[in-house]
């Protein structure tokens, strides 16, 4: 009888052993899965950007928490030195409605830029509503709205909103070449494409049209890698996931390639849409990350992320399925897990 008990005991313990190591999963990134921050709660950071100080890296999205007031837009800023673990840093930004926009306006995309003159962080983000008019379109004014910080996790002061060029803008994306220079990119209706331009002085207006990609696509994403700039960018399909396309140009001005897809098209990016890529350069190597959104509009508290690291060089990118995978920040070397 005690041998059985103890052989029965050994058996438990050896499952519960099992059970324990399988539960605590690897640090790592996993797509499309929750992403929780240190205290355990999902990432709010939707649509959002990465802006790196010194050796932290700051996330910054839109909040889409169950229980916020529903009278204020909410911009969220977490932190890590890792890029797989993050620090919930509070509300970068809490804004009413700003500018008459309308009862039913909306604040998305929020990106970050430092001024290293002026000491300022410089929050831009797609602004749209009805406008003071109203209507039922909560997407008429098109604007790019400002706010100013001394700090990267705010809070930020609302400055102004405007459309930049005088050009109506929708989705909104940022690009920091490797000398500094700053730009928004931002998607405009009438013109069926997306501009580059560069920002002024203070990073607070947009001061000159660089490049206009005639290709009517959403969502611009850029990064400089060995010489070449590689642009991806998102049909205009809504919520709904699309093949995303990318193109190549030597310089930032153009002239672009045709646009091809950076994904088997049947996969619809693997149902996500671009929103930024990160280059990470280390000591053996550099590895640039595609971020994307995994939007779920009727419970957008549970929307995900998809980040992976692109297969990239010599006028090719390619996004490989989804799968966990391992960073090194100092090496920069990414692996997937098997």
């Known amino acids: 009888m005690t041998t059985t008990f103890h052989r029965l005991l050994l058996v438990v313990s050896w499952l519960f052993i099992g059970q324990t190591a399988f539960a605590q999963k690897p ?15 999902h990432i709010q950071a939707h649509g959002g950007g990465i802006l790196k100080i010194k050796k932290t890296y700051y996330w910054y999205g839109e909040e889409r928490r169950k229980g916020l007031d529903p009278d ?56 749209d509503g009805p406008g003071p008019e109203g209507g039922r379109s909560s997407y008429k004014l098109a604007r790019v709205g400002t706010a100013i910080s001394d700090k990267p996790e705010g809070p930020f002061t ?66 400089h890698y060995e010489g070449l700039y590689y642009a991806i960018g998102s049909a205009l399909t809504g919520w709904r996931a ?48 595609f971020l994307a959104d995994i939007w779920k509009p009727a419970t957008q508290w549970d929307s995900r992320y998809l980040w992976m690291p692109l297969e990239i060089g010599g006028g090719k990118l390619r996004l490989p399925a989804p799968r966990p995978w391992t960073l090194n920040i100092k090496t920069g070397e990414a692996a997937i897990i098997p």
């Not at 500094?180 to 207006?205: H, M, Q, T």
């Not at 190549?248 to 672009?256: I, V």
Request: hydrophobic share 35%; glycine share 8%; aromatic share 14%.
């Open 72 to 127: 204020f837009r909410y911009v969220s800023c977490y932190a890590s030195d890792d890029l797989v673990h993050w620090k919930f840093k509070g509300d970068a930004l809490k804004l009413s409605e700003p500018d008459s926009a309308g009862k039913t306006w909306v604040l998305e995309r929020p990106k970050v830029f430092y001024n290293g003159k002026t000491k300022k962080f410089v929050m831009y983000f797609h602004l």
């Open 242 to 289: 699309n093949p995303n396309k990318y193109a190549t140009a030597t310089s930032l001005a153009g002239p672009w390639s045709e646009f091809t897809d950076i994904a088997p098209p049947e996969a619809n990016t693997y149902g996500s849409q671009s929103t930024m890529m990160v280059k990470v350069t280390g000591t053996k190597t550099t590895t640039v990350i």
């Open 158 to 223: 609302y400055v102004r909103s405007f459309r930049p060029l005088g050009l109506e803008s929708r989705d909104i994306g940022q690009f920091v070449d490797d000398d500094g220079s700053a730009y928004l990119v931002f998607e405009s209706r009438p013109s069926k494409g997306f501009y580059i331009a560069s920002l002024s002085a203070d990073y607070l207006n947009v001061e000159k049209e660089v490049s206009f990609i005639r290709s009517p696509l959403e969502g611009g994403a850029i990064v």
């Open 27 to 41: 640090a790592a990134i996993y797509p499309g899965e929750l992403w929780p921050d240190s205290e355990g709660n």
